[in-house]
């Protein structure tokens, strides 16, 4: 295993072997060369010390969901168990009957931030990330815990650019059904860590996923989901039972 640097249609292997190796001591290259297709990719950062969400920061998204526009940013958590990383299976728990995509901007802290007003300065990249849902249990529990919690229902990656995305692209089965620009949010990536830090100490590698678009829906068994960040590249996840 190892950190690798996209090429165009070649990978190139690093001394590193985890994103955290990257983070702390920075990454030097190998004279070997991948051809991408024979490269399996994993989660960028499979186990951080915690993912944030950030919940009704897209305007059309809560347009869609008929709420007020929040004044300051609804967060909750994931736990890291529930991170897969691209072609990896979405699982339907037996206890949900709805199961929904939601396609996001992820953003990964690279230097501890505490009471920070400089956020921008604590990031360290971005991947595409799926806040995988079970609508039918997040409409009744008092918490959404449950609801965003389950297993495989974080699939993030599969690539880590240092350059912010503007768009956001999710396809079902090839069809387009959510495309929004990233300055749709309410809160921006530097507003989301300078906030957030001031609830929680963020640590490197901390996930930050934040907020879908509109065009929620429900995915089943066999369909298959992109989440497509422009300028990171497309994350894909079968649905399965």
């Known amino acids: ?24 001591h920075g990454f030097t290259e190998k004279a070997i060369r991948h051809p991408s297709l024979r490269v ?13 969400c950030i919940g009704l920061n897209y305007r059309s998204h809560i347009e869609e969901m008929n709420w007020e526009v929040p004044k300051v940013p609804i967060i909750f958590t994931k736990p890291s168990s529930a991170i897969i990383g691209p072609g990896d299976d979405i ?28 956020g921008g300065s604590h990031i360290f990249g971005f991947t595409c990330m799926n ?21 495989t229902f974080a699939p993030m990656g599969p ?4 350059q912010a995305p503007t768009r956001i692209l999710t396809r079902l089965n ?14 921006d ?36 989901v992109e989440v497509d960040l422009e300028g990171i590249g497309c994350l894909k996840n079968r649905v399965v039972s």
């Open 189 to 224: 990536d530097a507003a989301l860590v300078e906030y957030i830090s001031n609830v929680m100490t963020l640590e490197p590698g901390d996930i930050i996923a934040t907020g879908t678009p509109s065009g929620i829906a429900a995915m089943r068994p066999g369909d298959l």
């Open 131 to 151: 806040d995988v849902t079970a609508r039918d249990l997040q409409k009744i529990d008092p918490d959404w815990t449950r609801a965003k919690g389950f297993d």
């Open 91 to 118: 699982r339907i728990p037996e206890m949900s009957s709805r199961v929904d995509y939601e396609g996001e901007s992820a953003i990964i802290i690279g230097k501890r931030a505490r009471h920070t007003d400089d």
């Open 1 to 24: 295993m190892f950190v690798g640097i996209v090429d165009g249609d070649e990978v190139i292997e690093t001394d590193q072997t985890s994103m955290e190796d990257v983070l702390s």
């Open 159 to 162: 690539f880590v650019s240092g």
């Open 174 to 187: 090839g069809s387009v059904v959510q495309d929004a620009p990233l300055s749709d949010r309410v809160f």
């Open 40 to 52: 399996t990719v994993l989660a960028p950062f499979p186990r951080p010390s915690k993912i944030i």
